[in-house]
């Protein structure tokens, strides 16, 4: 198994009939557009960016700035091998045009696909191992198509389904890399929709797969070596979180007369919903604030720093108002607070 592919399913028959659509309701970036990034040397670097957002550029392998992206640990996933034009896509099904069959060419989940983010957009990033010969080092790319499906072995192109991505144009290279094995061109793929449970590392919950088909050859021709697409292997994170909430309550008690009070109020913390009529136990020992000389009304406030809730629960505080002078009752009050803590 490689990369993060949780799920094989073996080569079916033509399962062109029963195939299922898993499109975004966002419109297909419909993109074209002829787009040069030869470099003349393995120390260049050439990008462009098409009219849809998409971002494309060839690697030297010798370029001391950008060389270094084009290297790494990758995953492969389509080969395709042909003279003067080459076409083909993924799958785990009969393999159709110049894709080769083997170990280069197999399903891939959405999930294994990573995710860059240039500029504050979110893009696919796919790379190519172009193989070109030493006397026919010019090639282009014509053909762009992404798919979404839930069939890993989808065949019979064109298909009866809507792009999420389709680029049809020329990005014309000329592949002075030497050897195979690294990425020479980098295809950024402006993100329509990612499917649920499909994120990036995703080991489970994504059933949705990545279509990639391309064409080569139409302006400068395939010379007859291989164009194996592939992604890069990153390690991913895992964020999580763990909410505390630490409670604190203010409490205020008014009276009708003008005599300025003295006294205290007295707060305690219990878990459930009645303060401690049923026999809850206390969450918060009782902490007692005095107050000299109030006009009405009176105000006290908590300062809670240490006694936490970390899961969801019904909790109560009871207040306590105890005058000590100028002839008025105390009172008191319970409030409940019914706490959801979703992590």
Same mark, same amino acid.
């Not at 499909?198 to 990545?210: K, L, M, P, R």
């Given at each position: 198994m490689k990369g993060f592919k949780s799920t094989t399913i073996g080569a079916a028959a033509s399962a062109a009939a029963i195939a299922l659509s898993l499109t975004s309701p966002v419109a297909a970036l419909a993109d074209g557009g002829t787009y040069d990034i030869q470099i003349p040397n393995r120390k260049g670097f050439a990008e462009a960016t098409t009219q849809d957002g998409a971002i494309v550029s060839y690697i030297g392998d010798s370029n001391t700035t950008f060389g270094s992206s084009g290297s790494g640990i990758f995953d492969s996933f389509v080969r395709l091998q042909g003279a003067p034009t080459e076409q083909g896509y993924n799958t785990d099904g009969a393999v159709?045009?110049?894709? %080769?069959?083997?170990?280069?060419?197999? /399903?891939?989940?959405? #999930? *294994?696909?990573?995710?860059?983010?240039?500029?504050g957009n979110e893009y696919w990033e796919?790379?190519?191992?172009?193989?070109?010969?030493?006397?026919?080092?010019?090639?282009s790319?014509?053909?762009f198509e992404v798919y979404f499906t839930d069939n890993p072995a989808l065949t019979g192109y064109p298909f009866a389904l809507t792009p999420e991505y389709a680029f049809d144009g020329a990005i014309l290279m000329n592949d002075v890399n030497q050897g195979s094995g690294r990425g020479d061109l980098r295809y950024l793929v402006p993100v329509s929709t990612i499917p649920p449970g499909?994120?990036?590392?995703?080991?489970?919950?994504?059933?949705?797969?990545?279509v990639l088909y391309s064409k080569w050859g139409g302006t400068f021709?395939?010379?007859?070596?291989?164009?194996?697409? %592939?992604?890069?292997?990153?390690?991913? /994170?895992?964020?999580? #979180? *763990?909410?505390?909430?630490?409670?604190?309550d203010t409490a205020s008690a008014s009276w009708t007369t003008d005599t300025n009070l003295s006294g205290s109020f007295s707060f305690t913390l219990y878990d459930g919903p009645d303060c401690g009529a049923t026999g809850n136990g206390i969450l918060r020992?009782?902490?007692?604030?005095?107050?000299?000389?109030?006009?009405?009304?009176?105000?006290?406030?908590?300062?809670?720093?240490?006694?936490?809730?970390?899961q969801s629960a019904v909790v109560s505080w009871k207040v306590v108002f105890s005058p000590t002078t100028g002839g008025v009752l105390g009172s008191q009050h319970c409030e409940t607070s019914d706490l959801v803590i979703t992590n």
């Open positions: 159709q045009f110049n894709t %080769k069959a083997g170990t280069f060419t197999r /399903s891939m989940l959405v #999930s *294994e696909i990573p995710l860059v983010t240039v500029n796919i790379f190519c191992d172009t193989n070109e010969g030493n006397s026919a080092k010019k090639v790319l014509d053909k499909c994120e990036y590392g995703s080991v489970s919950g994504c059933d949705t797969y990545f021709p395939s010379e007859g070596g291989f164009e194996e697409w %592939k992604v890069k292997i990153y390690e991913t /994170s895992i964020t999580t #979180s *763990e909410q505390d909430w630490l409670p604190n020992d009782t902490e007692t604030i005095p107050f000299t000389d109030a006009a009405s009304p009176a105000t006290a406030s908590t300062t809670n720093t240490t006694v936490k809730v970390t």
